[in-house]
């Protein structure tokens, strides 16, 4: 009996230490198990890591889903064993297909591997393009073995909405993926479409960014490729080469530009250096530009137009005044030089009578005076360009302003047999001006009128309030002046060109300029009206008036003579 006891709890010790046993050895090889998982885990993690991390250093800021999809299956065989990794892309008109091969198969293998794709990208996206282009890498291809697809997945290449191709993996082993592999790899493809998507989304909006600043300059660019396509123009390029299509091409371009300039050839040339061209002045449509054409790596050329047509105007214009200026200075300089020798001379032989003596020195006066005004007019619109024209306002009438200037050239205009008149409101507010500077202003416009009004004309100055303003003006029924001139009117150096008999009355191309500078600095306007050649012009200009400026009132109106039109004139 105690024997048999003892060898039934011998018996229970043995299987309690048997199930303890087996316990532990379970929960080691859970705990194994645990630990391959998690290990298998972060060497599935670190992968997708390194696959991004590779697919962005080979291609940057590229879009190109060919050279995501080559990186990822060039590194597939690091997660799991396969016979052939391949991808599919769609392009344009095209299918491209690359297979890499990893172990020994044949042709038949790849052309199973080719329908299970074909049939599976149709049946995710429909119609697919008829011609496929296949480039085949790895090991060689082996006849002999006769192999065929035992295992293969496919993961769907998706951008945005649109499916844009698929990877297989395929094995000659039957039951090899699990789902598991198959997951890892669809997360690595999605990943790095959603990279790509992000990618393609801040490259369209700095696209559109640049695209806009483009369309905004004020000179003509374009871009072509290294095949002469034309990947961009903006509104101006096409303004300055008189093109009107919506989606022009580089021949339009070509076309517009013609003869006068050989584009072709210069692109081609600067692709092929790779150095900047620059042309200094090309005459197009024209207009005269510079033209810089600057190789745009590994894209094509960019081209620039720099409409230079006005710089060389105005230079051209500088010259005309430079030669016009030593000229102007030169006559009168001459007659004083002329005047004093004969006075030095008179004066050494006593041979001149006071009354000669005295019109050598009225020349010498007069002449003087002349250099003076012009040397006056070149300081002034100095002053002005640079912001430095001062004037010193004082209250004023205009109404003595505009008889004492009148007054001034009433003789001038009688010789002229021109009618000289003035026509000043009453009462006028008195007004903070530079008298003297507001007379310099009449001076030069009512100059301007007895130059351009033929004999038998009149010419009116006339001064009344207008919206809250002093408005002075000085009508003619002379020349007038076309309507392309009015624009730049009171621009430095212009003089008009409309008639013969002008050339004989060039001056500085100053008068007007420095007119609206002196009105400008009172903060005033200035303005031109005339319906064109042959029909009068009236120059005006508009003082502002400070509210509850005191009134003058003149009963004896107008306070000096006026000159009438000559019998022998109609």
């Known amino acids: 009996m105690t024997l048999t006891f003892f060898n039934y709890a011998g018996m229970t010790v043995t299987a309690i230490l048997t199930i303890i046993l087996l316990f532990m050895l379970w929960r080691q090889k859970r705990a194994g198990t645990e630990i391959e998982k998690r290990a298998n885990l972060e060497k599935q993690s670190l992968y997708q890591i390194s696959i991004l991390k590779e697919i962005q250093d080979k291609i940057g800021y590229s879009l190109d889903i060919e050279k995501i999809v080559d990186v990822i299956t060039s590194s597939l065989r690091k997660l799991f064993p396969y016979s052939t990794a391949s991808s599919i892309l769609i392009k344009k008109d095209k299918l491209v297909l690359k297979t890499r091969v990893e172990e020994n198969v044949n042709s038949n293998f790849l052309n199973q591997v080719k329908q299970t794709m074909l049939a599976s990208l149709n049946s995710l996206v429909g119609i697919l393009p008829t011609e496929v282009i296949e480039e085949l890498s790895g090991v060689p291809l082996d006849e002999t073995k006769i192999v065929s697809v035992q295992s293969f997945f496919n993961i769907p290449l998706i951008v945005g909405n649109d499916i844009v191709g698929l990877i297989n993996i395929s094995s000659r082993e039957k039951s090899l993926y699990r789902e598991d592999e198959m997951t890892i790899l669809y997360q690595i ?256 416009l009512i100059s301007n009128s007895l130059k351009f009004t033929p004999a038998g004309g009149k010419i009116v100055v006339s001064a009344k309030t207008e919206d809250g303003g002093l408005k002075v003006a000085v009508s003619d029924n002379g020349i007038g002046i076309p309507e392309e001139d009015q624009k730049d009117l009171f621009s430095k150096y212009y003089q008009i060109q409309t008639t013969p008999h002008q050339l004989a009355k060039k001056g500085t191309g100053l008068g007007l300029y420095i007119t609206k500078g002196i009105v400008e600095a009172h903060d005033g306007t200035v303005g031109v009206i005339s319906e064109g050649l042959n029909k009068g012009t009236t120059i005006y200009f508009i003082l502002p008036v400070s509210e509850g400026a005191p009134r003058i009132i003149h009963e004896h109106y107008p306070s000096f003579p006026t000159i009438p039109i000559p019998t022998n004139v109609n």
């Open 189 to 444: 493809v999605d990943q790095a479409s959603n990279a790509l998507l992000r990618l393609q989304s801040v490259l369209e909006t700095e696209k559109s960014k640049l695209t806009s600043m483009i369309s905004s300059l004020a000179d003509g660019v374009f871009m072509v490729d290294t095949n002469n396509n034309l990947l961009i123009i903006n509104p101006m390029a096409k303004q300055f080469l008189g093109i009107h299509e919506n989606l022009p091409v580089f021949n339009d371009v070509l076309i517009a530009i013609g003869k006068q300039y050989n584009l072709a050839d210069k692109i081609a040339e600067t692709l092929q250096t790779n150095a900047i061209i620059e042309e200094k002045e090309v005459t197009i449509n024209n207009k005269i530009f510079q033209i810089f054409i600057t190789p745009v790596s590994k894209v094509g050329a960019s081209i620039l137009l720099h409409d230079i047509t006005v710089e060389k105007n105005i230079a051209t214009i500088k010259e005309d005044f430079t030669n016009m200026m030593v000229h102007e200075l030169r006559a009168p300089l001459t007659a004083i030089k002329d005047s004093a020798e004969l006075l030095v001379e008179a004066c050494d032989a006593n041979e001149l009578k006071r009354d000669q003596q005295k019109k050598l020195l009225i020349i010498i006066e007069q002449q003087t005076k002349n250099l003076l005004e012009q040397i006056g007019q070149v300081l002034d619109a100095a002053k002005i360009e640079a912001g430095r024209f001062n004037i010193n306002k004082t209250p004023s009438d205009i109404t003595e302003v505009v008889n004492n200037t009148v007054e001034t050239f009433l003789a001038q205009a009688h010789k002229k047999q021109i009618f000289l008149s003035t026509q000043v409101s009453s009462p006028l507010p008195k007004v903070e001006i530079d008298a003297l500077r507001i007379s310099q202003v009449l001076n030069n």
